[in-house]
């Protein structure tokens, strides 16, 4: 089974803080998302990325950055946190460009204070 | 008009009800659909995948996909309590990246 999993299920951050979210995934895929979730506006991706070191802007980059410095290592960072970006954050793998089935983790709740 | 439309429920059956579940589309380059389960606080997990147009059942759940009418649908048979969760619709026609876009989710609750 491939296995998504978060660092955090629940962070609580003061704004302008620097936020670090950590996602692993087990089973050697190539592409990994992070998207958010809220009420009424459903899914959001944020940054995705198909390889090491790579990356590319999805729906809502501003105020998001991302890092991939290994194949099964994706973190996103909150450079100054805001209050706007309370919301659940969800990271997902899928194994290869062309493959469409994600796997999501279980999620973490942050919220800015 | 929005890419994917969901309506958000909640949905609520009795237990044994067969449950239908439904998404729109406008994008015509879609090709690969997907139905997501999320429980309450959870990642979304995936529930059905299909390619292109048809039918797909497996065990309890049927996903079907008409690109004509650009309507896919899911049908839960026998629903049960534990059936209880928002249900995402996913789909993506694009080669390269396979990004997917999502329904916002239907709410379906089961009772007893």
């Known amino acids: 089974d491939v296995k998504v999993t978060q660092s955090s299920r629940y962070l609580v951050k003061r704004t302008g803080e620097k936020v670090f979210l950590e996602c692993v995934q087990d089973m050697d895929h190539e592409n990994m998302f992070w998207y958010r979730q809220d009420p009424g506006l459903g899914l959001r991706l944020i940054y995705f990325s198909y390889d090491v070191k790579m990356k590319e802007k999805g729906d809502i980059p501003e105020g998001y950055s991302v890092s991939r410095e290994k194949k099964e290592r994706f973190s996103l960072i909150l450079e100054s946190a805001s209050t706007n970006q309370t919301s659940m954050y969800l990271c997902?793998?899928?194994?290869?460009?062309?493959?469409?089935?994600?796997?999501f983790g279980p999620g973490t709740r942050l919220l800015v204070l | 008009q929005k890419e994917v439309e969901q309506d958000p429920g909640p949905l609520s059956v009795p237990e044994g009800a067969i449950v239908s579940l439904n998404c729109t589309y406008s994008n015509s380059a879609f090709q690969y659909f997907m139905w997501y389960r999320q429980y309450s606080r959870k990642g979304p997990e995936l529930l059905m995948y299909?390619?292109?147009?048809g039918n797909k059942e497996d065990g309890r759940f049927t996903a079907q996909v008409d690109k004509s009418s650009k309507y896919i649908s899911l049908f839960i048979r026998d629903s049960q309590p534990s059936d209880s969760a928002t249900y995402l619709c996913a789909m993506s026609g694009r080669s390269g990246y396979s990004t997917l876009t999502f329904g916002k989710g239907t709410m379906l609750l089961v009772s007893p």
């Open positions: 299909t390619y292109s147009s």
């Open positions: 997902a793998s899928s194994l290869y460009a062309g493959e469409e089935t994600q796997y």
